[in-house]
């Protein structure tokens, strides 16, 4: 974990976070918490980790997410040398996909 994020004022807000309990209470906390534009930037960044995981080129990342190759780039750090939180979480969606079938 990056201990530069790691403050105080961080913890509060993953707290608050925990607390939402269905995707219109995200919508609604996060439309306050958040710029649309930054919102946009961390659900692009999100669906261009989805897609390199589903072994997508760049070229076709860039074309359907918007997403520079800088930020592809960065993102692909993350999924190979990073904390591993992208990969819970798609372990995690992949599981209670499984079992809602």
Do not use: W
């Not at 960065?74 to 499984?98: H, M, P, Q």
């Amino acid at each position: 974990m990056n201990k530069k994020i790691q403050t105080p004022a961080v913890d509060h807000l993953f707290e608050a976070i925990l607390c939402l309990q269905s995707k219109e209470e995200c919508y609604n906390f996060f439309d306050d918490l958040c710029t649309v534009n930054e919102l946009l930037s961390l659900s692009q960044r999100y669906e261009v980790a989805s897609m390199l995981k589903n072994h997508k080129t760049y070229l076709e990342i860039a074309e359907k997410t918007g997403a520079s190759t800088a930020t592809i780039s960065r993102v692909n750090r993350s999924l190979n040398y990073g904390n591993e939180g992208y990969d819970l979480i798609f372990e995690r969606l992949k599981k209670a996909s499984s079992e809602s079938k």
